[in-house]
T-cell receptor, first 110, second 113 residues
Framework: KNEVEQSPQNLTAQEGEFITINCSYS?????LHWLQQHPGGGIVSLFM???GKKKHGRLIATINIQEKHSSLHITASHPRDSAVYIC????????????FGKGTHLIIQP | KAGVTQTPRYLIKTRGQQVTLSCSPI?????VSWYQQTPGQGLQFLFE???????NKGNFPGRFSGRQFSNSRSEMNVSTLELGDSALYLC????????????FGPGTRLLVL
């Protein structure tokens, strides 16, 4: 069973700061997802990674398969980035569904 | 394209009752996955359907079941509701598998009294 650990659990930062959220997992995966959940429950898929790095606007996601670690970075953070960020991993072969981290509660203060 | 829709959005039931939740995926998407989110356990995978067949199932009791119709719409059913079933139930669709980018619906918030 894959264990997914996220850090930090809670993060409060000032507008404009560079944000890093980390995700570690215990066994090999086929893909890693970063999700964003706003108050009210809606979830948006930000990235799906199996290797390397992806960038979308001010968001950057990286993954190191050998170290079983991924990071989500937010540059020039803004109060609208305040949300819960969730890391989820999927194992290849179709045996299991996604396993989720507990999430990182991010608050960006103006 | 219209996004993933879920009905109802909110539901209150009492212990022992059963409930059916519905999910309509994005047009053309054939994979539908269901998830349960609670404050204590976070997000957990329930099951995945593809072409009317359950392809994968998470670690939930048999009271949780689902099905998918030929138009890819999916329903999940929970029988003999327990207080601990109170949760946000989310479905997500993707074109072929859950290993692709998943598009989430707004969720159904179930309260069991």
């Amino acid at each position: 069973k894959n264990e997914v650990e996220q850090s930090p659990q809670n993060l409060t930062a000032q507008e404009g700061e560079f944000i890093t959220i980390n995700c570690s997992y215990s066994v090999g995966i086929s893909a890693l997802h970063w999700l964003q959940q706003h108050p009210g429950g809606g979830i948006v898929s930000l990235f799906m990674l199996s290797s390397g790095k992806k960038k979308h606007g001010r968001l950057i996601a990286t993954i190191n398969i050998q170290e079983k670690h991924s990071s989500l970075h937010i540059t020039a953070s803004h109060p609208r980035d305040s949300a819960v960020y969730i890391c989820a991993v999927g194992v290849g072969g179709g045996a299991d569904g996604l396993t989720f981290g507990k999430g990182t509660h991010l608050i960006i203060q103006p | 394209k219209a996004g993933v829709t879920q009905t109802p959005r909110y539901l209150i039931k009492t212990r022992g009752q059963q409930v059916t939740l519905s999910c309509s995926p994005i047009s053309g998407h054939r994979s539908v996955s269901w998830y349960q989110q609670t404050p204590g356990q976070g997000l957990q995978f329930l099951f995945e359907y593809f072409s009317e067949t359950q392809r994968n199932k998470g670690n939930f009791p048999g009271r949780f079941s689902g099905r998918q119709f030929s138009n890819s719409r999916s329903e999940m059913n929970v029988s003999t509701l327990e207080l601990g079933d109170s949760a946000l139930y989310l479905c997500a669709s993707s074109p072929w598998t859950r290993r692709e980018t998943q598009y989430f619906g707004p969720g159904t918030r179930l309260l069991v009294l």
